[in-house]
């Protein structure tokens, strides 16, 4: 398949177990923020997203909290399966621009799932 | 509904040569975004259509141009390739702009 990065940091858990990947974005003033995962030799797939004005929000299996403050992302797999086994991506969105969505997107995760 | 469409999946260039690159959106999304990706910079935003007007652009140079059409679908266009050009080049639609992005699987461009 094709490689997405060559240096990625990875995750390694056990299927079953619950995992956390984590993204530090740039810009305090970003307002809306994704979670996208990637598996090789396809494009990103939306998982999750969450606006600036909340701290979590929980989709089916997976939850994403948002910590402003300093400003960190993270998503929740719960029961993690081997089919998550992927590169997942924090994307942040330029707040600049009223008209569009410019996705900034953070260096990625790899995920690996031990059977 | 059918998904995002890229056409070619695959291509080699030579240096110096150009490339056209196109994106079929999700019917009825009028707001086409490219990205390149790889794996020493990830993904960057190149620039994103609406409507037939480019309303955003990112940090490439003027090589790297785009177009859309009527119908929503795009083209992508590198000229001069050089070998650094050699990516995965997503295209990615959304209704109007804002809000979910879907993504197709990408061209993957060599550059020899």
């Known amino acids: 398949g094709e490689s997405v990065g060559l240096h990625l940091p990875t995750l390694s858990v056990q299927e079953g177990d619950n995992s956390i990947i984590n993204c530090a974005y740039s810009?305090?003033?970003?307002?809306?923020f994704i979670w996208y995962k990637q598996e090789s030799g396809k494009g990103p797939q939306f998982i999750i997203d969450?606006?600036?004005?909340?701290d979590k929000r929980q989709g089916q299996r997976v939850t994403v909290l948002l910590n402003k403050t300093v400003k960190h992302l993270s998503l929740q797999i719960a029961a993690t399966q081997p089919g998550d086994s992927a590169v997942y991506f924090c994307?942040?969105?330029?707040?600049?621009?009223?008209?569009?969505?410019?996705?900034?997107f953070g260096s990625g995760t790899r995920l690996l799932v031990r059977p | 509904k059918a998904g995002v469409t890229q056409t070619p999946r695959y291509l080699i260039k030579t240096r110096g040569q150009q490339v056209t690159l196109s994106c079929s959106p999700i019917s009825g999304h009028r707001s086409v975004s490219w990205y390149q990706q790889t794996p020493g910079q990830g993904l960057q935003f190149l620039f994103e259509y609406f409507s037939e007007t480019q309303r955003n652009k990112g940090n490439f140079p003027g090589r790297f141009s785009g177009r859309q059409f009527s119908n929503s679908r795009s083209e992508m266009n590198v000229s001069t390739l050089e070998l650094g050009d050699s990516a995965l080049y997503l295209c990615?639609?959304?209704?109007?702009?804002?809000?979910?992005?879907?993504f197709g699987p990408g061209t993957r461009l060599t550059v020899l």
């Open positions: 810009n305090s003033a970003s307002d809306y």
């Open positions: 990615a639609s959304s209704l109007q702009g804002r809000g979910e992005q879907f």
């Open positions: 994307a942040e969105t330029d707040p600049w621009m009223d008209s569009s969505y410019k996705l900034i």
């Open positions: 969450i606006r600036s004005n909340m």
